[in-house]
């Protein structure tokens, strides 16, 4: 009999702990397979001494594990890379290109006390010669941690040492393994050295043997062939229980199915923000894609996610993300796109003596577009520059009429560029803006010096702190969250891996962007967290639930995103570039545990959807019919057993706001502002209400920024240029200095499609010619072409002629349909969709709006017999 190997298996979760063969083993030192596991036995108040095999690990590979190891070996790791030679550039390409998944492997491998040249006569692909050769350079960074962890493992007095701050030996000299339904590599090594020295190991699981379908790779699992007992020795227990699960493992066995008696339901939502209106705060959600719906759920509930410590969720993390990804090695430029540089403004971390620049971020929406062609650091300030010399021509009509800058009303209509987003921005802001521009880059120059290519960790750590003291000086304060995450920084800054060694500066910047990412905290198969919170929103992976049917309270739970794509899961992490063929030909006790995961990962899925069904407390189960790019998905199978009946679609919007009461005392005054208003909004409140609240009430005046928009006002300045003498090629010139991120060949394209004699008559004519009062203020009727982008005459549409004859219409017209604007929805008014939508300024975010998508057939002119809708 094999007395160093014991397996002790139950069918009851509820019951399990009375059953003698296993009371024998309450004081014994308890190893849980997850934390979460740990967390449902201890609140059974059985077992006095639970520990996580987290916490062996880290005792045994002491600092192996540190994030400033892994940050420190990732940066060796990609100056191998870098300076490499003699291999397939393609090959080479593909490492550098995924260099975490490199470095996880060779970690993983270490840690079992693999090396290079053992694996090495095994290899037969190019990717596993060139990984042991890659590897092999690796050993002297990887070396003071494993001399340490292999005499802790190797050393019986050690081992035995380690683990008598756990409890053992104490009062039993057995450790209970509870919940390994499959055995990593690492834990597997450990195992097996703990059962070397003499320890026995007592491997304690649920466990049916009637129901081989579910349970029989449990059986593998403990087997003798790797390492432990096989399935005639266990000790087996049985306590039945009237469980849903029971039923389940029926049907999973071919044999008679009843209908389940039991606290279960089944939602389907169409889409997530269905799910997301449900969100119940007492319900645990637990999910097998639970990365993708909290990347969904933390827009919604921020404040769920606080104590997630992971950089990226806040303003600095992103910042110092964007700054070391500025520096492009290959080029050696510092590019910024316009996604980078409008997320820098918005975090807050960018500022100087005039200001953060979070508070330009809506002024620097407005300019972007006049950057679209933009990358360097260099063409960024050049086309700044350009954009305020050509904001200067198009104010310069300003200075003539001795309009103040606060009366924009007259502004934009003498000088109608304004209606160029890029154009409506202040000078006085342009120059802010300019600043924060120079700023941004200065840090990045900073961070990254060109002419010294090579650094210490320690030099560039000392950078980033320098920065961040640096940005506090002019920020007002700081959230207690932001507060705690940058002394966190600074402290991780500080005490980086004494190493003398130069690193290029682009391996520390993509070190520093992975360490952001908590990629560097990812391990060979971490089913684990650290702190599990039972009611905390966040939405919890799937295999949590080995813990929740242990204890004695029973929260509702909801196993969201169960549709046929996600669940089961049918994928195996693999240690890449290995391939299976060389694990099988290796035959190492210790990396077959690859194998028997690829092999039985459909199994760890029953087994806990097995465990799930045995909770006590309400399951709700729930999937999303449309997702991502994914149309009509079904539930998953396993759901489908259960032959539940679905609730109705009954979800209530949570996000319908109460319209605000304006009161009659004050509907007068509203009024008497309203009509001192130019004619022309009257027109703009009569296409859309909610168009006028955007443009006239929330800011100053409309301005369009989209591509779309601005080839019609650009296409009305060609008619004026036109209309007064100037030549095509003249123009083209003149279009080219006010527009310059636009083609030479798209300019001459509207140029040329707006210089038709009649188009250019019928301008002077009708826009030049006539004119429009406001106040004192006289100007052409060609301003309102930059107001709606066309003329009033574009269309036949009865919608579009009645809101233009309210320039010619009285005062009593002009207050009926003031009346109406002010009794309706408030503050944020009434939207009237319609195929006009297409020439709006605020379609892009206005959430009635109708999309080309929703235009298409319709005809967006009443002349166009093609019905494309592309007709004006």
């Not at 059962?195 to 491997?203: A, E, Y």
């Not at 209908?259 to 209106?277: A, G, H, R, T």
Request: glycine share 4%; proline share 4%.
């Amino acid at each position: 009999m094999n007395e160093k190997v014991s397996v002790v298996t139950y069918d009851n979760p509820y019951t399990f702990y009375k059953i003698n063969e296993i009371r024998n083993y309450q004081n014994s030192m308890h190893v849980c397979a997850t934390t979460s596991l740990k967390v449902g036995l201890r609140n059974l108040k059985v077992f006095s001494n639970l520990i996580t095999m987290r916490e062996v690990i880290q005792k045994f590979y002491e600092g192996w594990n540190d994030i400033d190891v892994r940050f420190h070996q990732y940066a060796v790791l990609s100056d191998i890379l870098r300076s490499y030679q003699g291999a397939n550039s393609e090959v080479l390409l593909s490492f550098k290109r995924n260099k975490l998944n490199l470095l996880i492997t060779m970690r993983n491998l270490s840690e079992i006390f693999l090396t290079p040249e053992s694996i090495f006569p095994y290899c037969q692909t190019e990717e596993e010669k060139l990984f042991c050769c890659i590897w092999n350079e690796m050993q002297p960074v990887f070396e003071p941690y494993l001399k340490v962890a292999n005499n802790n493992l190797q050393s019986e007095d050690l081992t035995k040492q380690i683990l008598s701050q756990f409890g053992f030996g104490q009062s039993n000299s057995s450790i209970v393994l509870h919940g390994f339904y499959f055995i990593t590599p690492v834990q597997h090594y450990v195992f097996s050295k703990w059962k070397k020295h003499g320890i026995h190991l007592v491997f304690l699981n649920m466990y049916d043997g009637e129901k081989p379908s579910l349970f029989g790779f449990l059986e593998e699992n403990f087997s003798a062939a790797n390492g432990w007992i096989n399935r005639e020795r266990w000790t087996v227990t049985n306590d039945k229980g009237d469980f849903a699960a029971k039923q389940i493992a029926n049907v999973l066995e071919g044999e008679n199915y009843e209908p389940l008696q039991s606290k279960m339901e089944e939602v389907p939502y169409n889409y997530v923000i269905d799910f997301v209106q449900n969100i119940k705060k007492d319900t645990v959600y637990i999910s097998p894609n639970e990365e993708e719906l909290n990347t969904r759920l933390r827009d919604f509930y921020p404040k769920a996610y606080i104590n997630e410590r992971h950089f990226l969720s806040y303003p600095i993390g992103q910042y110092l993300l964007h700054l070391h990804s500025i520096w492009k090695e290959e080029t050696e430029e510092y590019v910024v796109t316009e996604r980078i540089m409008r997320e820098c403004f918005a975090s807050g971390w960018l500022q100087n003596e005039q200001g953060n620049a979070k508070d330009l971020t809506h002024q620097l929406d407005k300019i972007l577009p006049y950057f679209s062609d933009c990358h360097t650091d260099k063409e960024w300030y050049e086309r700044m520059n350009k954009l305020m010399l050509s904001k200067q021509a198009v104010s310069n009509t300003l200075k003539n009429f001795r309009i103040a800058k606060s009366d924009h009303f007259k502004a934009v209509r003498v000088s109608p560029g304004l209606r160029f987003s890029f154009f409506s921005v202040s000078m006085k802001d342009l120059k802010r803006i300019r600043s924060h521009f120079k700023k941004l880059f200065l840090h990045a120059r900073e961070l990254f010096d060109i002419k010294k290519k090579r650094v210490k960790i320690k030099q560039h750590f000392n950078k980033i702190q320098d920065l961040l003291d640096e940005a506090q000086l002019y920020r007002e304060s700081l959230s207690n969250e932001e507060s705690i995450l940058i002394n966190q920084l600074k402290e991780a800054l500080a005490n980086p891996i004494e190493d003398q060694s130069n690193f290029h500066i682009s391996d520390l910047a993509d070190a520093i962007i992975m360490f952001l990412k908590k990629g560097l905290e990812k391990n060979d198969l971490d089913l684990d967290d650290e702190n599990p919170v039972p009611h905390d929103l966040k939405i919890k992976r799937f295999e949590v639930l080995d813990g929740f049917i242990y204890g004695k309270d029973f929260p509702d739970l909801h196993l969201c995103g169960m549709d046929e794509r996600h669940f089961p899961v049918t994928s195996a992490p693999m240690p890449w570039p290995i391939t299976k063929e060389l694990l099988s030909r290796l035959d190492y006790p210790a990396t077959n545990m690859y194998l028997f995961r690829e092999k039985h990962r459909l199994s760890f899925s029953k087994y806990l959807f097995y465990l799930l069904l045995n909770y006590k407390g309400k399951i709700t189960f729930s999937w999303i019919r449309n997702f991502n790019d994914e149309e009509n998905l079904d539930k998953s199978i396993y759901i489908e057993l259960l032959g539940l009946n679905p609730l109705p679609d009954n979800i209530e919007n949570k996000y319908e706001y109460e319209p605000a009461s304006i009161s009659e005392e004050n509907i007068e005054e509203a009024m008497l502002k309203l009509e001192a208003l130019p004619r022309e909004e009257y027109v703009e409140m009569q296409l859309c209400p909610r168009r006028f609240y955007y443009s006239t009430v929330s800011d100053y005046f409309s301005s369009y920024s989209s591509l779309f928009h601005m080839q019609f006002l650009i296409g009305n300045l060609v008619k004026i240029y036109g209309a007064v003498g100037r030549g095509k090629e003249e123009i083209v010139d003149l279009l080219h200095n006010l527009f310059p991120f636009l083609s030479n060949i798209r300019l001459r394209t509207i140029v040329d499609s707006n210089m038709n004699e009649n188009l250019l008559q019928s301008t002077l004519r009708f826009g030049l010619q006539k004119h429009l009062k406001f106040d004192e203020i006289e100007y052409p009727v060609s301003s309102m072409y930059f107001h709606f982008l066309t003329h009033r005459g574009a269309f036949e549409s009865e919608q579009w002629k009645s809101s233009f004859d309210l320039m010619s219409r009285g005062r009593l017209k002009r207050r009926e349909v003031l009346s109406r604007v002010l009794n309706g929805k408030l503050p944020l008014l009434e939207a009237t969709p319609s195929v006009f939508c297409k020439l709006c300024p605020h379609s892009s975010y206005c959430e009635d709006a109708y999309y080309p998508v929703d235009l298409k057939g319709k005809g967006f002119d009443d002349r166009d017999e093609t019905r494309t809708g592309t007709a004006l």
